[in-house]
C-alpha cells in the first residue's frame, strides 16, 4: 500500500540562516492580485505624505563668524572640509562632520571678497578689499609657526572674485579686468578685458578648463579663451548678472543669476537666448551652484531664502528657509551630491539636506529598495492631482508669500496689457516674444 | 682672427678700384675652382701673401673669396660705384653705355623683341596685377575678427561633448561618480616618515618609542617578532605544510567516501556489505585457527557469549512493541510478517550453538547460511520461516502495470500453494536477474531469460496478467513509463487485445470512445491530455467552431459576441462534453439564437416603423424651414435619396439600448455544476440550484435620458473618482493611451518578480555616500579609454535650425527624460486591465450628449 502525500522541497521554505527572511512563495497571477493601479496609487499617495513629513533638510548652522558670510570654498579632496570668507576679512575653516570650526584667519581687511582653493587642496587663495590676493596653505600652521599666507600679491586694484584653474597652477582674478596669473609670478600671464566696468564674478570651466565666465555689472556675461587670451563673445541682459556657475557634467552649459529674480541657463554655443530661464524668487539672485551631478543647481537670493532648481525646468522643486537667516549671499553645493551650504548676512553657515526627505545614515537593503519603489511610485503618479498637490506644497514666510503674490499679479496685469495692446494694433505689429527672448538685451560679437 | 678681420675691412677700403677686374676673374669658371682648392692652402700659410706683386694679389683676393663662401650664406654686397659718370642716381645705377658713341646703323635695325624689354614686360604686368594694399582695419575691429574666430573654434571644441550630454541626459541610470577609482591606502610607514614631532608631547612620545625599540619605519616588526620569524626557515615550514595539506585531503577523502555508503539505502547493497564483512571475519578466523589455535578458541568463546547474551535477552523475539505491532500488522501486509519472520529468523541464527567440530566443516557450513541471507536454508524448522520464497516476487508483480492489477491480485493468490512448491534458490536466482535486466533495461535479454525460466522449471512467471503473453511483454518490458505506454499502446493493439481492456476496468469514457470511434482522433485527444503534440486536425477543430448561420451585418457579429458568452456559461455547466453532444448542441443553440435574432429583428423593425414618423416630425425643424421654400422638397428628396441605405435613426436608437444594457448590472452567477447532484455531459444544474446560486444585482437607478429619446447621457463618469484622476494629458506624452499603458503597469514587488521589481524601480541617479563626483573629463567618457578625444569628436555643432522662428527648442525639452513614454512600453509585462475596474488613471472619455 502506498499512500500518497504531498511533498516539498524542502529548500523552497527552509531558510540557510536563522538571519535569512522567511522565503515567500509568491504566485504572480495577475488574477490573484487584483487593482493594482488603484492599490499602487494608494501607495503613491502614502509615500508623497511620508515625503512631506519627513522633509525636514535643516541639519545645523555653522556659527563663529563676526560679519556676514560673503564667500565660502569647498575642498576638492575631502568632503568634511569647508571654508568660509567673511565681510570683516576673516577666514573660516570648518569642519563638517563635526561641525567646528578648525582654523580662522585674519587674511583680510575689509571684505574677503572672493576665496577658492587649489585643485590639490594644498592651499587656498583669497583676494580682499585690501587690493591684495593671498595663497594660503590649507594645513593649520605647524607648532610655534605663524599663520602667515605663503605668497601676497598686491594689485593695483581692487579684486572681486577669484577662481583657480581645474588642472593648471593657474588662477584668474576680476575686478576692473580678468587676470590670468600664474602661481609662480607675481605678475599677470594675462589681462583680459572688454570695455570698461567691474567685473562681479569669474568662473573657469570645469571640462574645457581653458574657458571662462565672467559677469560684469554693465549687464553683461563675457566669455573668455585662456589660450588665445582673447573675449569670445558677450550677451548682455536686462540686468545685472551677480555670478555664474558651468555645469560640471555638461560643458557648453552654464547658469547665471541675475539681478532681476531669474536665473538663466545658456548655452554658450547659442547666446542668442537662454535654454531655460528658471524663476520663482522674488528678490536678486546673488549666487548659484550646480550640484556635482549636473542635474540640478541651487540659488541663493537676497529674498531670505535658497531655491533647488533641476536643470531642465523652469521652476523650483525646493525651497529652504528659515526664519533667522537673512539675504543669502553665497551658497555651495557638496561634492557628494548630498548637502547644501548656504552663507547668509547673519554670520551663519547652514547645513542643508539637498533631498529634503532623504534619510541619513547606512540603509539596510530593504529599506533602499523601499526608498526606491517609493520614489518610483511618486514618480509614475505624479500628474494625479492629488497626489500632486501634497508633493507640490510647501511653507514659505509671509513675506516671501506675499511677495510671490504680488509679483503674479503685475505679471498678469503686463500679460493682459501686452494682449490688449495687440488685439488693439495692427495684426502683426506687436510681436509674440518668448519668455526666453526677452531678457536678452543683446549678442556682441 | 680679429687681426684678419680687420685687415679684410681695410682690404674692403682699398681695393674698390679693382673691384670690376675682380668680378670678371670670379666670372670665369677655372678661377672658381682654384678658389675652392684654396682654403687649404690659405689655411697653410695665410702670412705669405704680401710677398709678390700682384700674383700675390690675386691670391689674396680668391683667399678672400674662400673666406667669405665658408661663412655660409653669401654677403650682401654693397653696391659701389666703379666707374665715373655724370649721372649719378641715388640707388647706385650707373648708366653703362653713357660714353659710347651711338651707331646709325644700330638705330636702324629693329628693336629685338625678345631682348631686355621682354622682363620689363615682365615686370610691368606683375605690377598691374598687384592691387592697392587695404588700408589696416581699425583695432577694434581687429579684435572682433579675432574674438569672432576664437569663439567659433572654441565653441565647435566644447561643441564635441554634444554626444555625451545627450547620452547622459538619456541615459537611464547614472552613477557617480563617474570614474570608480580604487581607494589607496598610504602605508603606515610613509605617513610617519613625513611627520616629525615637534611639540614637547609628541617629542617625549617619541623618545620612549626609540628607547623600546619600537619600530616606526618598514619594516614594522619588533626586534623580537623578527627572531621569531627567522625561527622556522621558509623550506621546513613549507614541507609540514604541504604534509599536512596531503593529510588534510585523504582524511576528507575518506570521509566523503563513508558519508556516501552510509547514505546508501539499498537493502541488497547492506545485506551484500554484510555478508563480505562476515566473510571477511571467517577468513581471519580460519587464518586464526590455523596460524593460533588458542585465539580463534578465544573468538570462539566470543561467539558463545554472543549466543548466551541472546538468549537471555528478548531482543530478537516477537515481544517488543515493534514486533507486536507488525505481527498485528502480519495478517495484511506482507512485508510486515516478511520482517518479522526475518527477526525470528535472526534469533535462530544467533541462539544456534556453534558446533565445536573438526575447523573444515564449519567454514562450508556458515557461508551458506550468509548466501542465502535471513531466509534460512537450514532444516532446522522449516515451519518457522513461514514461505519467504513465495511473498519475494510478490512487489515485482505489483511493480508491473498498474491498470491491471486486480486480476494479478486475484490471479497471484490463487498460485500460492504453487510458488510455495518453487525452491528458495530459484526464486533468489529469478530474483536477482529481474531486478538486474529492470536496471539494465534490456527487455530481449529478459524475455530470453523468462523463456528460459519457463522451459526450465515449467513454473509460471509470478507476475503473470490476463493480457496474452506477447502483449505483456510489450506492456510490461517497453521503457516507457507505463501510464504512457497505455497511452501509446491502444492504436497499435490488436483487437483481440483491444477487446480485452474493454473488458478491464477502464474509466467508462474512455472506452466509449474505444468502443465506438475510429481510432485516429481519440488517440490525438488523449495524447493532448498527455502533453503530446496532437495532430494538426484536432487543432484546427477546436479554434474553429462551425455554425449554419452566417454572420454578414455588425448586428450578427455583436449577437454572435454575446452567443459566445452564453456559450461559455454552457461549458461552464457541462465541463467536458462529448464532441458529438457538443455539436449538437451547437446546433442546436445557434438555431435557438438565430430564432432570438430574428424575433429581435422584427421587434427592432417595429419600433423602428412606430417611431419613425413622430421622430422626423418632432425634431426636423431645419427641413420645414426647407420645405416653405420652391425647391426644399426636391433638395430634401435629393438627401433622403442619398442617404436612403442608413437609418439614422434606427442607430441610434439600437445605439441608445446598448448603452442602457450595458449599464445594467449583469447577475452573477455562482453555479458549479455537479456539486449535490451528478455531473457530466449533458446534464445542467437543477433550476433550484440555479436559483438559489445565481445572485441578482440590485436594480439600478433610473437613467437619467430616460424619457429623452433622443439623448444619450454616458453615466459612467464618478464625480467622487474624478477628484482622483488626471484631467488633461500631461506634459511628455503625446496620446492619451501612452499615459494609461504607463499607468497600467505596475511596479511593485506584488506583481514583479523580484529581478522585475529591481530593474523597475532602479533609481535614475545612483550616488556613493563619501565619494567625491569630479567633474566629467575625457576619461570619463565610456568605451573610449584610449582617443577618448576621438569619440568626443564624433559630432561637431549641431546646426540649430528653430532659432530663426523664436522657438529655440530646450534642450531639456526635445527629450523627455523622467517620465519618459517609452518605458512604459519597454516593460516586458505587459497587462491588459479590464475597463470595469475602477482605475484611477484611466479616465472615461465623457460623452455626454449626442443629440441627432
Known amino acids: 500500500m502506498r499512500v500518497k502525500v504531498l511533498s516539498r522541497n524542502p529548500d523552497d521554505y527552509v531558510r540557510e540562516t536563522k538571519l535569512d527572511l522567511q522565503r515567500v512563495p509568491r504566485n504572480y497571477d495577475p488574477v490573484l492580485h487584483p ?199 558677450k550677451v548682455i541682459l536686462n540686468m545685472r548678472t551677480n555670478t555664474l556657475c558651468w555645469n560640471p557634467m555638461e560643458a557648453f552649459i552654464f547658469t547665471a543669476a541675475n539681478e532681476d529674480y531669474n536665473l538663466y541657463t545658456f548655452d554658450m554655443r547659442f547666446l542668442e537666448s537662454p535654454v531655460m530661464v528658471h524663476m520663482d524668487h522674488v528678490s536678486a539672485v546673488l549666487d548659484v551652484d550646480y550640484s556635482p551631478t549636473g542635474k540640478e543647481f541651487v540659488s541663493a537670493s537676497f529674498d531670505k531664502s535658497i531655491r533647488i532648481f533641476p536643470v531642465d525646468k523652469g521652476h523650483s522643486r525646493e525651497v529652504y528657509h528659515t526664519k533667522r537667516m537673512q539675504h543669502v549671499i553665497t551658497v555651495k553645493w557638496t561634492s557628494d551630491n548630498k548637502y547644501i551650504l548656504c552663507g547668509s548676512d547673519e554670520m551663519n553657515i547652514r547645513l542643508w539636506k539637498a533631498n529634503a526627505s532623504e534619510k541619513l545614515g547606512v540603509l539596510a537593503p530593504r529599506e533602499k529598495a523601499a526608498m526606491n519603489y517609493n520614489q518610483k511610485l511618486k514618480e509614475k503618479f505624479q500628474f494625479h492631482p492629488q497626489i500632486r498637490r501634497i508633493a507640490r506644497h510647501r511653507h514659505l514666510p509671509k513675506s516671501i508669500y506675499c511677495q510671490i503674490k504680488e509679483q503674479r499679479i503685475m505679471k498678469e496685469a503686463r500679460r493682459r496689457k501686452e494682449m490688449n495692446r495687440r488685439k488693439h494694433s495692427k495684426p502683426g505689429s506687436v510681436p509674440f516674444v518668448p519668455e526666453r527672448k526677452k531678457h536678452i538685451v543683446a549678442v556682441v560679437k | ?46 702670412d705669405s701673401d704680401s710677398e709678390e706683386g700682384e700674383d700675390g694679389e690675386r691670391r689674396h683676393r680668391q683667399l678672400l673669396e674662400a673666406i667669405s663662401a665658408l661663412s655660409g650664406r653669401k654677403r650682401r654686397k654693397l653696391a659701389e660705384r666703379s666707374e665715373a659718370s655724370g649721372q649719378v642716381s641715388e640707388f647706385n645705377v650707373s648708366c653703362k653705355g653713357a660714353g659710347e658713341k651711338l651707331l646709325l646703323s644700330e638705330l636702324l635695325q629693329p628693336i629685338h623683341p625678345k631682348s631686355t624689354l621682354g622682363s620689363v614686360r615682365k615686370e610691368l604686368a606683375r605690377v598691374k596685377q598687384k592691387a592697392a594694399v587695404e588700408l589696416p582695419l581699425s583695432k577694434e575691429e581687429a579684435k572682433r575678427v579675432v574674438r569672432e574666430a576664437a569663439y567659433v573654434t572654441s565653441s565647435k571644441e566644447v561643441g564635441k561633448w554634444q554626444q555625451v550630454v545627450l547620452q547622459n541626459r538619456r541615459a537611464e541610470q547614472l552613477v557617480f561618480p563617474l570614474r570608480q577609482d580604487i581607494a589607496t591606502v598610504t602605508p603606515l610607514e610613509r605617513v610617519t616618515s613625513a611627520w616629525k614631532a615637534r611639540t614637547p608631547l609628541e617629542q617625549e612620545i617619541f623618545g620612549l618609542l626609540h628607547k623600546t625599540q619600537q619600530p616606526i619605519t618598514d619594516p614594522l616588526l619588533t626586534p623580537e617578532e623578527m627572531a621569531s620569524v627567522q625561527a622556522m626557515s621558509l623550506e621546513e615550514a613549507r614541507r609540514r605544510r604541504a604534509e599536512l595539506q596531503k593529510a588534510r585531503a585523504l582524511q576528507s577523502y575518506y570521509e566523503a567516501k563513508a558519508r556516501r555508503a552510509k547514505r546508501i539505502k539499498s537493502k541488497k547493497y547492506h545485506r551484500v556489505l554484510k555478508k563480505s564483512r562476515r566473510r571477511q571475519a571467517l577468513k581471519e578466523f580460519e587464518q586464526l585457527h590455523k596460524s593460533d589455535p588458542a585465539a580463534a578458541l578465544e573468538r570462539l568463546e566470543e561467539l558463545e557469549q554472543l549466543r548466551m547474551q541472546e538468549r537471555m535477552s528478548l531482543k530478537h523475539q516477537n515481544k517488543g512493541k515493534w514486533a507486536r505491532s507488525r505481527a498485528i500488522m502480519a495478517k495484511y501486509d506482507l512485508e510486515a510478517r516478511k520482517a518479522l519472520q526475518e527477526q525470528l529468523a535472526r534469533n535462530k541464527e544467533l ?143 490488436p483487437p483481440d487485445c483491444a477487446e480485452e481492456l474493454g473488458d478491464s476496468p477502464v474509466p467508462p469514457d474512455c472506452a466509449e470512445e474505444l468502443g465506438d470511434s475510429p481510432v485516429p482522433p481519440d488517440c490525438a485527444e488523449e495524447l493532448v491530455s498527455a502533453g503530446l503534440e496532437p495532430p494538426p486536425q484536432a487543432q484546427e477543430e477546436l479554434l474553429l467552431s462551425e455554425q449554419l448561420r452566417r454572420v454578414q451585418t455588425m448586428e450578427d457579429m455583436e449577437s454572435l459576441a454575446k452567443e459566445e458568452l452564453v456559450e461559455e456559461q454552457e461549458k461552464l455547466v457541462a465541463l467536458r462534453p462529448g464532441k458529438r453532444a457538443r455539436q449538437q448542441e451547437k446546433a442546436r443553440t445557434g438555431d435557438r439564437h438565430t430564432k432570438k435574432a430574428a424575433t429581435k429583428r422584427k421587434m427592432i423593425s417595429l419600433e423602428a416603423v412606430l417611431d419613425g414618423k413622430p421622430q422626423e416630425m418632432d425634431c426636423s425643424s431645419l427641413p420645414v424651414v426647407l420645405e416653405e421654400e420652391e425647391g426644399g422638397i426636391e433638395q430634401r428628396g435629393m438627401i433622403t435619396e442619398a442617404f436612403a441605405g442608413d437609418d439614422v435613426v434606427a442607430d441610434f436608437r439600437r445605439e441608445k439600448r446598448k448603452a442602457e444594457e450595458a449599464m445594467k448590472p449583469q447577475p452573477v452567477n455562482l453555479v458549479l455544476p455537479g456539486w449535490g447532484e451528478w455531473g457530466g455531459t449533458g446534464l445542467k444544474p437543477s433550476t433550484r440550484k440555479v436559483k438559489r446560486f445565481l445572485i441578482k444585482a440590485p436594480p439600478v437607478p433610473p437613467r437619467k435620458d430616460q424619457h429623452l429619446p433622443h439623448v444619450i447621457m454616458s453615466e459612467k463618469r464618478n464625480i467622487h473618482a474624478a477628484a482622483h484622476q488626471v484631467s488633461k494629458l500631461p506634459f511628455p506624452f503625446e496620446r492619451h493611451q501612452q499615459f494609461e499603458q504607463s499607468m497600467r503597469t505596475p511596479l511593485g514587488p506584488t506583481w514583479n518578480t523580484q529581478r522585475a521589481f529591481q530593474k523597475l524601480t532602479a533609481p535614475r541617479v545612483i550616488t556613493r555616500a563619501g565619494h567625491i563626483i569630479q567633474p566629467i573629463s575625457a576619461e570619463d567618457v565610456p568605451d573610449t579609454a584610449p582617443g577618448s578625444r576621438a569619440r568626443l569628436g564624433g559630432e561637431a555643432m549641431p546646426e540649430r535650425k528653430a532659432v530663426p522662428r523664436g522657438k529655440a527648442v530646450p534642450k531639456g525639452k526635445a527629450v523627455p527624460r523622467g517620465k519618459a513614454v517609452p518605458r512604459g512600453k519597454a516593460v516586458p509585462k505587459g497587462k491588459a486591465v479590464s475597463s470595469g475596474r475602477a482605475v484611477p488613471g484611466q479616465k472615461a472619455q465623457p460623452r455626454h450628449r449626442r443629440a441627432q
Not at chain 1, 145 to 156: F, M, N, Q, Y
Not at chain 2, 450 to 456: F, K, L, N, S
Request: hydrophobic share 30%.
Open chain 1, 35 to 233: 487593482f493594482e493601479v488603484a492599490r499602487e496609487y494608494v501607495r503613491a499617495l502614502n509615500a508623497t505624505k511620508l515625503e512631506r513629513v519627513f522633509a525636514k533638510p535643516f541639519l545645523s548652522s555653522l556659527d563663529g563668524h563676526r560679519d556676514g558670510v560673503n564667500c565660502m570654498a569647498k575642498h576638492p579632496k575631502s568632503l568634511s572640509t569647508v571654508l568660509s570668507g567673511a565681510c570683516d576679512g576673516e577666514v573660516k575653516i570648518w569642519n563638517l562632520t563635526q561641525r567646528k570650526c578648525i582654523r580662522t584667519i585674519q587674511a583680510h581687511e575689509g571684505f574677503v571678497r572672493g576665496m577658492c582653493a587649489r585643485f590639490c587642496g594644498t592651499s587656498f587663495f583669497t583676494v580682499g578689499d585690501d587690493k591684495t590676493v593671498k595663497q594660503w596653505k590649507m594645513e593649520s600652521p605647524e607648532y610655534g609657526e605663524e599663520e602667515e599666507p605663503i605668497h601676497t600679491i598686491l594689485g593695483k586694484t581692487v579684486y572681486t572674485g577669484i577662481d583657480h584653474h581645474w588642472k593648471e597652477p593657474v588662477f584668474a582674478t576680476c575686478g576692473h579686468q580678468v587676470d590670468i596669473w600664474d602661481e609662480q609670478r607675481t605678475s599677470p600671464k594675462c589681462s583680459l578685458t572688454w570695455g570698461f566696468d567691474s567685473i562681479s564674478s569669474v568662473k573657469f570651466n570645469p571640462i574645457e578648463t581653458y574657458l571662462l565666465g565672467s559677469c560684469a555689472s554693465d549687464r553683461n556675461i563675457v566669455l573668455y579663451d585662456m589660450r588665445k587670451s582673447t573675449p569670445l563673445k
Open chain 2, 1 to 46: 682672427m680679429a687681426t684678419r678681420t680687420s685687415r679684410r675691412r681695410a682690404l674692403r677700403q682699398g681695393a674698390g678700384a679693382r673691384r670690376d677686374t675682380r668680378r670678371r676673374f670670379a666670372a670665369v669658371p677655372a678661377c672658381g675652382a682654384m678658389a675652392e682648392q684654396e682654403p687649404a692652402a690659405a689655411a697653410a700659410g695665410s
Open chain 2, 351 to 493: 541462539m544456534q550453538k556453534v558446533r565445536v567440530e573438526p575447523p573444515e566443516e564449519e567454514p562450508c557450513e556458515v557461508p551458506e547460511e550468509d548466501t542465502t541471507a535471513l531466509p534460512m536454508p537450514s532444516g532446522a524448522n522449516p515451519w518457522m520461516l513461514g514461505k519467504p520464497s513465495g511473498l519475494a516476487p510478490e512487489p515485482e508483480a505489483q511493480e508491473g502495470p498498474r491498470d491491471d492489477t486486480v486480476p494479478v491480485a486475484v490471479e497471484s493468490k490463487g498460485k500460492m500453494e504453487e510458488e510455495e512448491e518453487l525452491s528458495e534458490e530459484e526464486a533468489l536466482l529469478q530474483d536477482f536477474e529481474q531486478k538486474r535486466q529492470q536496471r539494465t533495461g534490456n527487455p530481449e535479454g529478459h524475455s530470453k531469460d523468462h523463456g528460459a525460466d519457463e522451459t526450465e522449471t515449467g513454473a509460471e512467471q509470478p507476475r503473470d496478467s490476463p493480457v496474452p503473453p506477447d502483449c505483456a511483454e510489450e506492456l510490461g518490458d517497453s521503457p516507457v513509463p507505463p501510464d504512457c505506454a497505455e497511452e501509446l499502446g491502444d492504436s497499435p493493439v
